[in-house]
């Protein structure tokens, strides 16, 4: 599970650079349609030994081959279309200051940051600026030799098989559709399952599954789901299968990376994954999260993988990812001393006895230093990251919580001086809540998150994990920042020195809500519901609060000037209520209770008040800001010697975000148009 930053930041509209600097370093940051571009540093990669560094370096390798998996993955057509694009942005030789060419261009960075056509959070399918017309006419006019042609597939039959794709607003309107009452495979562009409904999907997997098993595998993880002349089958993904001449790449890599490991967990750790591509046997994959789970004493750690579920509109099947990292040795002493009293935290809960850990089982955390980020976490990436995913294995192996430190800190560089908060926090009172604890008291709500959050509670036996179907990640990102919320105001957090008073945490509670009943409405489209699943869960918890306090007169939404403020009466009783909603989502993850979840997210999570909605939006406008961010990647440079070897690996922060975009398409591109 990974926790997605939610700081609204950055300018927005025509595309543009903004150049800043902080100690010393040199922010470099693109601005287009609503997203911001940032760079990250890599503190410390200089001070890692010759053998660590080969170690990041192939990697990081293993980790950008994956790249046109994702792509596939968010949409069939997605590949052709972005080679298609590409080659007009660099073969075009007409007008490239048309209004056209500028609208095509922002289109393709789009397309480029969302790994697809639709958009990476809300999921709706991308409006384009420029002209059916033009497109064709600049298809045309470009050397052959620069498009993605299927074999005797002329140019014009190229444009005629993307181009409704691309302009009609009826043909794959949703990556991702969440919408109650609708066939969730049929109406959502996702690439995995063809030909099916979810009515046959369900079915399919429902009778694989073996209630009585401790240890089920994560069924439908690795594969997509076709019917074919009738019959239901999975084609897997693993080397020899579907995607074979990417994961027949990262394989490549990763026994490079093998033969300089750390040591020989971590060794075993990358032979294990190895296997998992060769073979794409799942009980192959639990063994290596295990066996990566076991692994704490190495320096440089890593995702490499089908990993976050969030893209499947039933949260089964995988998307592809990859983090490289080190350890930051300085900043991993909160997340030790919060790791270290997990047992604690869990028996203080406010759940029911029954759906609580008797005993937390090897629950690890650190903060990190990002190196490199890949497929499902690039450009745009989490803060946090709790691994892995199967309940059986969280439940008798622990897991690793992971707070990304680089990245938390590029994003409040970001931040600062943005008029945000001027905006929408109601008093003097809370900016100065905020501006004397919200960076700490963020970073311990993630780490609360991360740490034990998810790793937090039990299902009882005999529960299906994939039992809360569609509402499931929702559910499970809500259990855990309930956790978090519930916990950065306890005194536990004053007595381990993690925050300096009693008055800390309400920085925390009061940007939650306010994020959560307004300003994450500046990521909505006007007419739209909340679909994606972290947005969902923020709303749910707010809402539900809101509505729950109103006999107490707990929280309020109050006018002033003309303008929408979250107020908090009672921060105690606030509390409060995160604890009982706390207990009651663990109750319907522990017993797998769908009903409720439904109830749950349909009642709170989902509707947006139009009024308030359009607010927002106005007053948002007038700050100039963008709502997303992500990033560009440092680049690795091997130094070699006179015999060939590698004798120094340098990091580099010289690359734009278009010129890195282009790099990884020549450099990283393994899959064809069609998979």
């Known amino acids: 599970m990974t926790c997605v930053a939610v ?92 209004a056209d060419f500028k609208a095509m261009e922002i289109y393709l960075k789009r397309v480029w940051f969302s790994n697809g056509i639709h958009h990476h ?90 209630p009585s098993d401790e240890t089920p595998i994560s069924y439908g993880l690795n594969s997509r789901l076709v019917k074919v002349n009738g019959k239901v089958e999975e084609k897997v993904w693993k080397v020899g299968g579907l995607y074979g001449a990417a994961i027949e790449k990262i394989v490549y890599w990763l026994k490079k990376a093998e033969a300089v490991a750390e040591n020989p967990e971590q060794k075993a750790v990358i032979e294990k994954l190895v296997d998992f591509y060769n073979t794409g046997d799942l009980k ?32 089964m099947k995988a998307s592809w990812e990859s983090l490289v990292n080190f350890k930051d040795l300085d900043a991993t002493h909160r997340t030790e001393i919060i790791s270290g009293n997990a047992q604690w935290f869990e028996d203080h809960s406010p759940v029911d006895k029954q759906f609580k850990k008797e005993k937390v089982k090897g629950v690890t955390a650190k903060v990190i230093t990002a190196a490199i980020l890949a497929g499902d976490l690039y450009p745009a990436t989490a803060i946090g990251i709790n691994l892995p995913n199967s309940n059986w294995i969280r439940s008798q192996h ?30 003097p009172k809370e900016l100065e ?139 105690q009783k606030l509390r409060h209520l995160f604890g009982e909603l706390l207990a009651e989502i663990q109750r319907i993850k522990s017993t797998g209770d769908y009903a409720a979840a439904h109830d749950l997210v349909e009642d709170y999570a989902v509707k947006v008040d139009p009024v308030l909605h359009a607010e927002i939006l106005e007053r948002y406008k007038k700050l100039n800001l963008a709502p997303y961010k992500g990033f560009v990647n440092p680049k690795y440079e091997p130094v070699l010697g006179s015999n060939g070897e590698i004798k120094d690996v340098k990091v580099v922060y010289d690359e734009g975000y278009t010129e890195q975009m282009l790099r990884y398409s020549k450099d990283y591109s393994t899959l064809p148009s069609w998979n």
């Open 284 to 315: 192959t994959f639990d063994d290596y999260a295990i066996l990566w789970l076991k692994d704490i004493n190495s320096l440089i750690d890593f995702v490499n993988g089908f990993t976050e579920s969030y893209g499947d509109p039933l949260g």
């Open 7 to 98: 700081a609204l930041l950055a300018a927005c509209g025509n595309a543009k650079q903004i150049t800043a600097r902080a100690n010393n370093f040199k922010y470099t940051v693109e601005q287009f349609a609503d997203l911001q571009i940032l760079r990250y540093r890599v503190p410390g990669f200089e001070k890692l030994s010759l053998q660590q560094k080969k170690l990041v370096y192939y990697l990081t390798e293993a980790a950008l081959q994956g790249r046109d998996i994702l792509f596939d993955q968010n949409g069939k057509y997605n590949l052709t279309i972005r080679r298609t694009l590409e080659a007009v942005y660099t073969g075009y030789k007409g007008d490239r200051t048309s």
């Open 398 to 427: 622990g897991s690793k919580s992971v707070t990304i430190g680089n990245i938390t800190d590029a994003y409040n560089k970001a931040a600062h001086g943005s008029g945000f908060d001027e905006e929408f926090v109601v008093s």
């Open 433 to 571: 809540l905020i501006n004397s604890y919200a960076d700490l008291t963020d970073e311990l709500h993630t780490d609360l998150h991360e740490c034990l959050g998810h790793g937090s509670g039990k299902l009882l036996p005999g529960v299906d994990p994939d039992a809360l179907k569609a509402y499931g990640s929702t559910i499970e990102e809500a259990r855990a920042d309930l956790f978090g919320l519930y916990y950065v105001a306890d005194k536990k957090l004053v007595d381990l020195g993690l925050t300096p008073n009693m008055d800390a945490y309400k920085a925390e509670y009061y940007k939650y809500l306010m994020n959560g009943l307004m300003t994450q409405l500046v990521r909505i489209v006007p007419g739209n519901s909340i679909e994606e699943a972290h947005m969902r869960n923020r709303q749910l918890i707010a809402r539900w609060v809101y509505e729950k306090g109103k006999p107490q007169n707990v929280v309020e939404l109050i006018k002033k000037n003309g303008k929408t403020y979250v107020v908090i009466n009672d921060y």
């Open 121 to 210: 959070y809300g999921s709706e399918k991308f409006v384009p600026g420029f002209a059916p017309e033009f497109f064709k006419q600049a298809i045309l006019s470009i050397d052959k030799k620069l498009l993605s042609l299927s074999s005797g597939q002329s140019p014009e039959q190229l444009f005629d098989v993307i181009s409704p794709v691309i302009f009609d607003p009826a043909i794959m309107p949703k990556r991702v559709n969440q919408a109650a009452g609708e066939d969730l495979i049929k109406t959502s562009a996702c690439n995995y399952y063809d030909g099916l409904t979810q009515q046959e999907a369900e079915d399919f997997y429902n009778a694989l599954k073996n």
